[in-house]
């Protein structure tokens, strides 16, 4: 059910963004992970983890921006 969720939602956003700029959308998953296993789950996130998360926002921003 989550997978066809997905999919359909995929699909929205191709139709609405090209493919350019919706894909590099795909890696803020990692950083939604991220932060679920530390609200949720307890876990901690070492400063190598953040820097990674902080990479990961500044690529889609910079992305998101260049395609305009």
Do not use: D, F, N, Q
Request: aromatic share 8%; charged share 5%.
């Amino acid at each position: 059910m989550c997978y066809g969720t997905s999919l359909c939602v995929w699909l929205a956003a191709l139709s609405k963004a090209p493919v350019s700029t919706a894909y590099p959308m795909l890696s803020l998953g990692y950083v939604v992970v991220a932060a679920v296993s530390v609200l949720w789950l307890g876990e901690t996130l070492g400063p190598a983890k953040i820097v990674g998360i902080a990479l990961i926002c500044v690529g889609v921003v910079l992305v998101s921006r260049s395609s305009v």
